[in-house]
């Protein structure tokens, strides 16, 4: 079992920039992600990564303005956030699964971005 807590988030302004963390402690997984889930919204994919910092996706809307990486001697990821826009409002969950499926577990209470116009 993973237990994943995520942090950083807070209020900004249209046009700045915010870094996420997630802090794992348990058993470890091969992959992380980011998910973020607007009021009224479906959950949606933002960016994962792979065990050694490869094998990274993007969802299309963020591409070119986030970045995931992870420290696994902290084990710890990020997601670094420029450009932000009011549309990137949302809670950010955090959330592991192993190599072989896409079992997404250890959801935290999640960090809340709010970008202002």
């Known amino acids: 079992q993973v237990q994943l807590v995520e942090s950083g988030g807070g209020l900004v302004q249209a046009g700045g920039s915010l870094r996420l963390s997630c802090v794992a402690s348990g058993r470890t997984f091969s992959r992380l992600a980011w998910f973020r889930q607007a009021p009224g919204k479906e959950r949606e994919f933002v960016a994962a990564?792979?065990?050694?910092?490869?094998?990274?996706n993007y969802a299309d809307s963020v591409k070119g303005r986030f970045t995931i990486s992870r420290d696994n001697a902290k084990n710890t990821a990020y997601l670094q956030m420029n450009s932000l826009r009011p549309e990137d409002t949302a809670v950010y969950y955090c959330a592991a699964a192993p190599v072989y499926n896409n079992n997404w577990s250890g959801w935290g209470k999640g960090t809340l971005v709010t970008v202002s116009s």
């Open positions: 990564v792979g065990w050694s910092g490869g094998s990274i």
